[in-house]
Every structure is written in structure tokens, then in C-alpha cells.
């Protein structure tokens, strides 16, 4: 065999092999792979830690520069997590991918698609409910009262950062009090806490809608928080009778149909 052919042949060997190398980082136990698993999550968080500071950095000199940064980053671990993958099509399937996508134009074009780039902090909310967190970092508290805590707070977090970036693009410049992102975050505090000092009042009816869906998601998300705090811990087990996915820790039997089950834990 010719040696242009030697190469072509090595070549077509090096993707599998590295597919195989990326699915045991991204799905293995072994202590590389959860140590590789560990960067990524602290990577995320670096990423999300951007997302929130932009509308305070945007007018930095290097902001450019550090915004393509990272999306070659991104660019970079989603094509891993891609290869990683035993099936491409189910891959480009789930939501997170196209949520990522969608961050990563707002990364590439950030002058054309700024007004919709706090939209990037729903990674927060995927990265927290995601099995790729729970099966790394929060292996301990997996399927616990915590595993709840943190995802009622996400969520409580993501929602508070979306909608400062709604009152932010839909009236800054255009309301005087909303002078800046720090003024729109004031508002959705306020707002979505009920504390309503009234000192900031959105005008017309888009100002009265949102505010309303604020107040609204608030008082949900805020109970959300206070049941994961307070009410009894259910574990998941699925019924093999009934289908019922919540039961007591410590049940012998089904609440629903009385079937007997045998739930695992580490005792």
C-alpha cells in the first residue's frame, strides 16, 4: 500500500478511535473520566458566570476578544459531547443541544443578536437539571432532598435572569427609570419577590403584562422553593404495577396499589 494511502487509511481509524476516547471521558467511572467530567461542570459554571456579568462587561475593551474565546470553547466541547455520542441524530434531538446552538450564535454574533443574549442563562437551568451534573457532582445527593433543593433554586435563579434581561431589552433607553441592567434587575427582584416598592413602575400594557407574569412566576417558583425545603422526601422508583415514581424511603408497599416493592439504597 502507498504511503498517500497509509495516511488516508490512519486518518479514517483516528475518528473512531477518538469517539470511543470521548465516550469513555463524557460516560465512564473510571477516576479520569470523572475527574475530565469535573472540568467540564467548572467550565460550565465559568461560561454562566460570563452570561450573567455581560450587561455589566459589554463596553470593555476585551469583550470581543473574550466573547469569541468563548465560543470557540463551546464550539469545541459540544462537538465533543456530539462525538461522544452512540447516535448523532438522537444527540442533535435533545433541547439542551439547540439551546446550546442557540448561545453559540448569540456568542458569534454578539453586535446582531446582543438583545437576546440573556437568553444563555437557561445553560444554568439545563446544566443543573442535566444527568451529566447529577452522575458527576452530585453523585451523593442523587435522587435526594437536595438533588430537589438545587433544581427549585436553578430555576428560581434562571427565571430572575431572564426576565431582568426581558424589562432590560424592552425598556432601557426607552423608560427613565430603567437606566441600565442594574435598575432592570432591581425591578424583577422587587417584582418577582411581591415587595412592589412602586418607585419603578413599567409603562403601557407590555409593561403591565410582564410585570404580572413576573409577580405570577415568582410566588410559583418561590413555592416550589419552600416545598423542596420543607415536605417529606420521596424517592423515585417506578411501580412495575401501577407507575407510581414517588414513594417513601423507607416503603414496603405501594401507596397506590399496594404492590410490594423492594426500593435499592446504599444501606
Known amino acids: 500500500m ?13 475518528l473512531p ?46 469583550f470581543l476578544a473574550v466573547d469569541y474565546a468563548i465560543a470557540l470553547v463551546l464550539a469545541v466541547e459540544l462537538t465533543a459531547r ?10 442533535l434531538r435533545r433541547p439542551s443541544v439547540w ?27 439545563s446544566l443543573v437539571h442535566s444527568d451529566f451534573f447529577w452522575e458527576t457532582v452530585g453523585r451523593r445527593y442523587d ?30 433607553g426607552r423608560h427613565p427609570q430603567i437606566g441600565g441592567y442594574l435598575d432592570a434587575l432591581y425591578f ?3 417584582t418577582l419577590s411581591t415587595t412592589g416598592f412602586g418607585d419603578i413602575i413599567l409603562p403601557g400594557t407590555w409593561g403591565r403584562i ?11 417558583l418561590f413555592v416550589r422553593l419552600a416545598q423542596a425545603l420543607t415536605r417529606p422526601h420521596k424517592v423515585r422508583f417506578n411501580c412495575p404495577s401501577c407507575g407510581l415514581m414517588r ?6 408497599h405501594c401507596k397506590a396499589c399496594g404492590l410490594l416493592i423492594n426500593i435499592p439504597n446504599e444501606d
Request: positive net charge.
Open 82 to 91: 456530539g462525538l461522544a455520542s452512540t447516535s448523532l441524530l438522537r444527540f
Open 188 to 190: 424583577t427582584v422587587t
Open 247 to 252: 414513594h417513601d424511603p423507607d416503603a414496603v
Open 210 to 220: 410582564l410585570s404580572i407574569v413576573i409577580m405570577l412566576s415568582g410566588i410559583t
Open 17 to 62: 478511535r477518538l469517539r470511543v476516547r470521548l465516550r469513555e471521558l463524557y460516560h465512564g467511572n473510571s477516576p479520569g473520566a470523572v475527574r475530565f467530567r469535573y472540568w467540564v461542570i467548572v467550565l460550565d459554571l465559568l461560561l454562566i458566570s460570563f452570561f450573567i456579568a455581560t450587561p455589566f462587561i459589554r463596553g470593555n475593551t476585551v
Open 143 to 172: 435522587d435526594t432532598r437536595w438533588e430537589d433543593i438545587a433544581k427549585a433554586g436553578a430555576t428560581l435563579v434562571t427565571f430572575l435572569f431572564v426576565a431582568t434581561g426581558f424589562v432590560y431589552t424592552s425598556f432601557a
Open 2 to 14: 502507498s504511503a498517500p494511502a497509509d495516511r488516508h487509511a490512519d486518518r479514517r481509524r483516528r
Open 99 to 125: 439551546l446550546d446552538v442557540f448561545v453559540l450564535l448569540t456568542l458569534l454574533f454578539p453586535l446582531w443578536l446582543f438583545s437576546l443574549a440573556f437568553l444563555r442563562v437557561v445553560r444554568l437551568w
